[in-house]
């Protein structure tokens, strides 16, 4: 529904495609999400859930490299971001510290290899970090999503 509406407005796209992004990729909508990157226009390719879209695109078509790349980039664009009057609190810092959270995730299980025991272990690691969010609701929902989507591309 959402890519209908950007389709037909054209000018609000740019500030609806992050959101339609999200919503296709924690739905799983995996060829909705492929449709709305590949009509993105070049001044919103710098959108942290665009860029996420990306990267689960480039997981989902097992392409190592891409992911990666995808990945690094976004790291570089947060920490760009980084300064001493933005991380001087915590509340400053909040988002920028749940974006590197979020990369952590998808890159640690989008690049683990078949091993259970690494997988068990992997688990119990993500857990223990979901736990330190504390009453964070919606971003511990946020990060559960991208955990969802991610260990199901990565199988």
Request: with cysteine.
């Amino acid at each position: 529904m959402a890519e209908r509406w950007a389709a037909s407005n054209p000018s609000s796209s740019t500030r609806v495609l992050p959101f339609a992004a999200e919503a296709a990729w924690i739905t799983g909508k995996w060829d909705v999400l492929e449709r709305l990157l590949n009509s993105e226009t070049g001044n919103i390719s710098s959108d942290f859930n665009v860029g996420i879209g990306k990267a689960l695109l480039a997981l989902r078509q097992a392409d190592a490299k891409h992911f990666e790349s995808i990945v690094a980039d976004l790291r570089v664009s947060i920490m760009g971001n980084l300064s001493p009057a933005a991380t001087a609190s915590l509340a400053g810092s909040h988002a920028s510290t749940l974006k590197l959270h979020a990369l952590y995730e998808i890159a640690t299980i989008g690049c683990l290899e078949d091993v259970q025991a690494d997988r068990s272990s992997l688990i119990e690691i993500l857990d223990r970090r979901i736990e330190l969010l504390g009453a964070y609701t919606d971003d511990k929902q946020y990060l559960l999503g991208i955990r969802r989507a991610t260990m199901h591309l990565a199988g």
